[in-house]
């Protein structure tokens, strides 16, 4: 076990490292980052100033291990627009989309999980066919249409939940909805199919010839071999949906770090978006990383290697 | 003595005369109520985009701007504008036909550049193995981790939208399930007998690849492709609505939700005709994907 | 003697897309406390859903029916599940076909072991861990106390299937039903295990129905055989009946493929059935046999009589005794 969360740890770095320095290298993307930070009309003088203030005179490889490391400090430059440190600001929006990660994901496993199992202990019921709907219609319909959609259901036609901002819990519910439904068909159907396969399995037999309970047949020993894949799946969506938080905290105007990162990306704001982008990454890399822990302390498999 | 082996009226289980392969697949197809809807829509969203320079009753980029904000037909609208027009006075219904050009230009091309890039890589993992697989997977890893949207959103932004820049970005960005499936469906292959053989009479790596692996992982490589084209065209429709995608005045049907939304309290239309024709492109899409992975390995049915 | 389980007129039919398959065709058997049964047949014969539908395990959409099915006197088949399940793996276990993927692999050997005792006998953790150790022990896995700790995947298949056999004898039943337990395993593996049964079913005096279609394992371990094909029960017997004086031309055809050192020619060709089985699909007229016999004549397109000689002794052809025994030994001089 030890050497496995070693291995992982190793890899969970490197990881990292490359990821860091793909997001660095968006600083270049745009071209010299000098020339459009002074704007168009900057005389060349002006330019040179901006490179030396800045450090774009030097190696880009010197360049991207200062900023690395200083981003390993928690140190990620000076928002060009906000004039304020970059975690600063990050500190202040990361609560927000982190709630509305764990709540949607939870709001997705709560619905997903138990409307599989049921579902694959009576394929082709009508509690099936129900599940099958929600994953097609859910993985078809964009999820910034189904936010307006809700929006005008709950502003126009039944005022419950406010559609804007992000000062109490209330106001969490209609993106809770909409990012968990967004990964609801893929673990619902992964949780489905592994049921499936695990309730056909030959020691499920063996479960039943010794005369268990139904429930101890379906929770102790079905449950658990079809979970093990859907952890793993659980934490890649959850790193999605902090991606895909960027549309949703922007329509529903929640001050997270998604809504942060859309509006530098307006303007122009390279740090913000840096910052943004690599907490984010570094939040999945960690959550895999848990979820393969995870995995490995539920499969004896890869425990007891 | 001798041994009769006639039937003596006993029919053997290879006696029932079942349908030959290409019968029961055609029945396959034709029985497959997903399969058979899905690919309606999806005919109709392409005879949609095919025929929009003839069929379009206006031209899509014509502002008329006394007649701004018309609701559809079946509202208090006129028989003039079917599906009302928009903020700009341009006609809805034109542009929903043109828009489904953008979003299957886009699907398509998206899923076609991430395919030749995940397959490749794919299937060079699969079946080299070791050293290659160890940094094809670790390339795999890599690119999950970077949140999408957000990298998408910010290169699109920093280079500047257009259509060939959305395309590109998504096709650079969406090849992760591409290579995690053609290289698990690649390794399932290489072990087999058949492959063996091949190798065994001295075909080169390339002909075997060619020949041999590549026609048994066919149905994967286009389920994921229906797949990927689905996600493209939800992910452009997303960029657009954020405004860092497809670029005005170009019909895109994110950017067209997007337009709309100011108007979402009193003319609700204006977000639920794109929002729709959005939703059944890619409902349609997903239910032939569905459909051909179903048809084709009908064991995995359940 | 008492029988511990009575079936008669058992059948097994499953719906399939071209009809219904009828798997078991209304068989007669019993086990007595104490017997050994064998089910002879080769993959298909409808002996392994024989097994299962006494279990109750069989999917819901096929169709168990029987005249009788007594179990200790009580009718299994008017039982609700939950009756049902408790008895399986109390009164009456059963071992599989495939020790690799029988056992869960998430849980311990130990866990899986003791789960029987304490859901049937109420059996405190301590008395279910000492039962599971005792009869680990008895299976002849040594260290059995630290097995108990170790996981399905870090046993061999041999190791794995001792394991399911302590498995079924943990509420001490009065029927145990092994389904080929050792065809998945080595030659050398597969010895021991028969014998282990054997041995054990002697110790703890229960039942044993043992499924299979090696007739070598059947002179060894069997009090009562019966032949299986094509879903109906063709001949049965004591073990010595069976091998002295085979009647049926299946059973006949079957003990002619068994080399005999000694006895059979250096060089010599081995038995061998020619022909393959008839469909179960749909109805079949007459005896299902006829097209691989080589003594099938006019009579048998139609007719399929079952000739009972003695209580749990009896052959079905059209052919009488004597008629029979001559063709077995034809057979042998073929």
């Not at chain 2, 067209?256 to 939703?279: C, H, N, Q, R």
Request: glycine share 8%.
């Amino acid at each position: 076990m030890l050497v496995y969360t070693l291995k992982r740890l190793f890899l969970a770095l490197l990881v990292a490292m490359t990821v860091s320095a793909i997001t660095f290298s968006l600083t270049y993307l745009a071209g010299d980052p000098a020339i459009s930070m002074a704007g168009e009309t900057a005389s060349d003088a002006d330019i040179e100033y901006i490179e030396k203030l800045y450090g774009f005179d030097r190696p880009i490889v010197v360049q991207y291990f200062e900023w690395a490391l200083n981003a390993f400090r928690g140190d990620f430059g000076e928002s060009y627009y906000f004039r304020i440190p970059v975690a600063d600001l990050l500190l202040e929006r990361l609560p927000v989309s982190m709630t509305l990660g764990v709540s949607a994901i939870s709001f997705a496993i709560l619905l997903s999980i138990p409307l599989g199992v049921l579902a694959a202990m009576r394929p082709n019921s009508l509690l099936d066919r129900l599940a099958l709907g929600i994953s097609v219609v859910g993985q078809a319909m964009p999820s910034f249409w189904f936010a307006l959609v809700l929006i005008v259901m709950f502003a126009v036609w039944y005022p419950i939940f406010p559609t804007t901002g992000s000062e109490t819990w209330v106001h969490f519910v209609l993106p809770t909805i909409v990012l968990g439904y967004y990964a609801t068909p893929a673990i619902m159907r992964l949780t489905r199919t592994g049921m499936l396969e695990v309730l056909g399995s030959d020691y499920i037999r063996t479960a039943r010839a010794k005369g268990l309970p139904q429930h101890v047949i379906l929770f102790k020993h079905a449950l658990r071999n079809a979970v093990i894949p859907v952890v793993s799946l659980a934490a890649v969506q959850f790193g999605f949906m902090l991606g895909g938080s960027i549309v949703i905290e922007s329509i529903f105007a929640l001050h997270g770090a998604g809504y942060l990162a859309w509006e530098s990306i307006g303007r122009n704001d390279l740090p913000v978006v840096q910052a943004v982008v690599l907490v984010f990454s570094l939040f999945y890399i960690v959550l895999t990383f848990l979820s393969d822990l995870l995995n490995a302390w539920l499969d004896p498999r890869i425990r007891v290697g | 003595m001798t041994t009769t082996i006639a039937n003596r009226g006993l029919p053997a289980a290879e006696d029932i005369v079942g349908p030959t392969p290409g019968q029961q697949l055609r029945r396959r197809i034709f029985g497959h109520r997903g399969l058979m809807i899905g690919g309606g829509i999806l005919v109709i969203m392409f005879l949609m985009a095919l025929t929009a320079p003839f069929l379009a009753p206006h031209d899509p980029y014509f502002q008329e701007l006394l007649a701004r904000v018309k609701p559809p037909v079946w509202t208090t609208g006129e028989w003039k504008h079917v599906l009302g027009t928009d903020q700009l006075g341009r006609d809805y219904l034109s542009r929903i036909m043109y828009g489904a050009q953008i979003s299957l230009l886009i699907g398509f091309a998206a899923a076609f550049i991430s395919g030749v890039i995940g397959t490749t890589l794919g299937v060079a993992a699969g079946y080299f193995g070791g050293r290659v697989d160890m940094v094809v997977t670790f390339l795999i890893t890599v690119r999950l981790s970077m949140p999408v949207v957000l990298v998408a959103l910010a290169v699109v932004a920093l280079i500047g939208g257009s259509l060939t820049v959305v395309i590109s970005v998504l096709g650079l960005l969406l090849w992760d399930r591409y290579a995690v499936v053609m290289r698990s469906a690649t390794m399932q292959i290489r072990q087999m007998d058949y492959v063996a053989a091949a190798k065994a009479v001295g075909c080169s790596t390339p002909r075997i690849l060619l020949t041999e692996i590549m026609p048994n992982i066919m149905n994967n490589l286009i389920v994921v492709a229906t797949l990927e084209m689905a996600h493209a065209i939800l992910l452009e429709a997303a960029l657009s609505f954020l405004g860092m995608g497809v670029q005005p005045p170009l019909p895109s049907w994110g950017l067209m939700v997007s337009e709309g939304k100011d108007y979402i309290l009193f003319e609700a239309w204006m977000i639920t005709i794109p929002g729709v024709a959005l939703f059944l492109l890619v409902l349609a899409i997903n239910l032939v994907g569905d459909g051909i992975r179903d048809v084709t390995a009908p064991e995995n049915r359940n | 003697m008492s029988a511990v389980l009575e079936v008669s007129g058992l059948t097994v039919d499953i719906p399939v897309p071209s009809g219904d398959l009828h798997a078991v065709r209304g068989i007669d058997f019993s086990v007595d406390k104490g017997e050994t049964l064998c089910i002879v047949g080769e993959s298909g014969c409808g002996k392994s859903l024989t097994s299962l539908s006494i279990m109750g395990l069989l999917p819901k959409r096929a169709k168990v029916s029987a005249d009788r099915m007594h179990f200790v006197g009580t009718d299994l088949l008017g039982m609700k599940e939950r009756e049902l399940a408790a008895i399986r793996g109390n009164r009456m276990a059963m071992i599989f076909q495939e020790p690799m993927t029988s056992l869960n692999p998430a849980y311990t050997i130990g866990n899986q072991l003791m789960e029987p005792l304490i859901r049937h006998k109420n059996a405190s953790d301590k008395e279910a861990r000492d039962r599971a150790i005792y009869l680990l022990e008895r299976v002849g896995i040594t260290a059995a106390a630290s097995r108990l700790s170790q996981y399905p995947h870090q046993l061999s298949g041999g190791l794995r299937q001792r394991v399911m056999i302590a498995m079924a004898l943990m509420c001490d039943p009065e029927l145990i039903i092994a389904d080929e337990p050792t065809t998945a395993l080595d030659v050398t593996i597969q010895a021991q295990i028969l014998h282990l049964l054997a041995e054990l079913r002697k110790e703890f005096n229960s039942a044993l129905i043992l499924i299979t279609h090696d007739l070598g394992v059947v002179a060894r371990v069997a009090d009562k055989v019966a032949v299986m094909y094509a879903g109906k029960i063709v001949e049965a017997g004591t073990v010595d009946e069976i091998f002295n004086q085979p009647l049926h031309p299946y059973t006949q055809g079957l003990i002619n493929c068994i080399p005999v050192p000694g006895k059979t020619a250096r060089g010599s060709r081995l038995g061998s059935i020619p022909g393959i089985v008839p469909t179960l699909i749909g109805d079949i007229k007459g005896c299902s046999f006829r097209n691989r016999c080589a003594f099938a004549h006019g009579e048998c397109d139609t007719k399929d009589p079952f000739h009972t000689l003695s209580p749990g002794r009896g052959y079905r052809c059209t052919l009488d005794v004597p008629a029979c025994e001559a063709n077995a030994k034809e057979l042998v001089s073929a």
